[in-house]
């Protein structure tokens, strides 16, 4: 990948993060990536959302945080 391509890639990144942050989805930089790549590849933007919804449901809450985790005061 280019250097200009790279640098885009991680502008519109960091844009969709702080969208994603504007909408408190929780979601962080990594599971953000893979899902770009996923609609990408041709996946169902909407069938995804599904997903990551179904898993959130099923999955216990982490008690440790990663840095990108956004804590939001009480």
């Excluded at 999955?59 to 990108?68: G, I, Q």
């Amino acid at each position: 990948m280019d250097p200009e391509a790279a640098r885009t890639a991680r502008d519109s990144l960091e844009l969709v993060f702080h969208m994603s942050n504007i909408l408190d989805t929780g979601l962080d930089r990594h599971t953000l990536s893979i899902l770009i790549a996923l609609c990408e590849m041709g996946l169902n933007p909407e069938s995804l959302a599904a997903v990551v919804k179904e898993l959130r449901r099923e999955s216990p809450p982490s008690s440790s945080s990663s840095p990108e985790t956004v804590i939001t005061p009480p």
